[in-house]
């Protein structure tokens, strides 16, 4: 198998995983590096069929490609300690960041000898062919997308320069995620302001769907909303690059650390709950 076919992948979390369960299914060889990670990762890992590397250093030293799948506020890191390897290889960063972190993430590999593609994952870790993209863009987007033909995450070439398939993840994460934000703030002030039952009964007359997406926004994000924070901020920094407001996902930020408490934890908090817990900070 040539080296081209060596992918690491850097990290085996849920996204991470069926971003791994493609590249094998599609007949790559990954490799992951079990140093410093949890024993979730281990599981997640070997039932993927990944060789365990060990360490970052002999993952650059086997690897061809290198994909990043990690929470955003780590991408720049991640990033990081793969240039100072001096990594020739081509690393594709699959973070949820705004453009211009693309674009500095991407000279910092270029500047170590590397090549670069930017990526962008939209819709679910569920595994199921087709529930998810993987958008690539840059001069080796075409190459990536080879090593991603089968298995459940689809990758679909932009036709952009580094920065695009960033800027189409931020622009639909900005929505998806931003407008759940939205609706679970509306929702604590209503308790706040006792007339949360009166905004369900006028939402089921004149809005009929609008009471359940309050309610997924929740059950859906409580346990994940650590992750947001960073994509979030990553949000906020995109729109003012672009000359617009970024208060809107300076918000939405500050609400889902409100919600890290619920990392890991083993079923998500009631709507109740995850709305006093929204409202904590209240009057200080």
């Given at each position: 198998?040539s080296d081209a076919?060596?992918?690491?992948?850097?990290h085996?979390?849920e996204?991470?995983?069926a971003v791994?369960?493609t590249?094998?299914?599609s007949?790559a060889r990954?490799?992951?590096a079990?140093a410093?990670?949890g024993?979730?990762?281990?599981?997640?890992?070997?039932?993927?069929?990944l060789?365990?590397?060990?360490?970052?250093?002999?993952?650059t030293?086997q690897?061809g490609?290198?994909?990043?799948?990690?929470?955003?506020?780590?991408a720049v890191e991640?990033?990081?300690?793969?240039?100072?390897r001096?990594?020739r290889?081509?690393?594709?960063d699959?973070?949820?960041i705004?453009?211009g972190?693309?674009r500095?993430i991407?000279?910092?590999i270029q500047e170590?000898?590397?090549?670069?593609v930017d990526?962008?994952?939209i819709?679910?870790?569920?595994r199921?062919?087709g529930?998810?993209r993987?958008?690539?863009?840059?001069?080796?987007?075409g190459?990536?997308k080879?090593l991603l033909?089968?298995?459940p995450?689809m990758?679909?070439?932009?036709d952009?320069?580094?920065g695009a398939?960033?800027?189409l993840k931020?622009?639909y994460?900005?929505?998806?995620?931003?407008?759940q934000?939205?609706?679970m703030?509306?929702r604590a002030f209503a308790v706040a302001e006792?007339v949360?039952e009166a905004?369900?009964?006028?939402?089921?007359?004149?809005?009929?769907?609008?009471?359940?997406?309050s309610e997924?926004a929740v059950?859906?994000?409580?346990?994940k909303a650590?992750?947001?924070?960073?994509e979030m901020?990553?949000?906020a920094?995109a729109?003012a690059q672009?000359?617009?407001?970024?208060?809107?996902h300076?918000?939405?930020?500050?609400?889902?650390?409100?919600?890290?408490?619920?990392?890991d934890?083993?079923t998500?908090?009631?709507?109740?709950e995850?709305?006093?817990?929204l409202?904590?900070?209240?009057?200080?």
């Open positions: 198998m076919a060596v992918v690491g992948l850097l085996p979390g996204m991470g995983s791994g369960a590249l094998v299914a007949g990954v490799l992951w079990s410093g990670r024993a979730q990762s281990r599981e997640r890992a070997a039932a993927l069929g060789e365990d590397a060990g360490s970052l250093d002999a993952l030293r690897a490609t290198i994909l990043s799948v990690a929470p955003p506020h780590a991640v990033a990081r300690e793969v240039a100072a001096g990594y290889g081509v690393f594709v699959a973070n949820a705004a453009p972190t693309t500095d991407a000279r910092l170590a000898g590397g090549r670069f990526g962008g994952i819709g679910p870790a569920n199921k062919p529930a998810a993987i958008y690539l863009s840059g001069p080796e987007a190459a990536v080879r033909e089968k298995g995450v990758p679909v070439v932009l952009g320069p580094v398939a960033s800027a931020i622009a994460g900005g929505w998806n995620k931003g407008s934000a939205l609706l703030a509306i006792g949360d905004l369900l009964a006028e939402w089921a007359l004149s809005q009929p769907d609008v009471p359940a997406r997924r059950n859906d994000n409580a346990r650590w992750r947001f924070v960073g901020e990553q949000d920094s729109l672009a000359g617009l407001p970024p208060g809107f300076e918000a939405a930020a500050d609400l889902y650390q409100r919600l890290a408490g619920y990392k934890t083993a998500p908090p009631s709507v109740a995850a709305l006093a817990e409202l904590k900070r209240r009057g200080r």
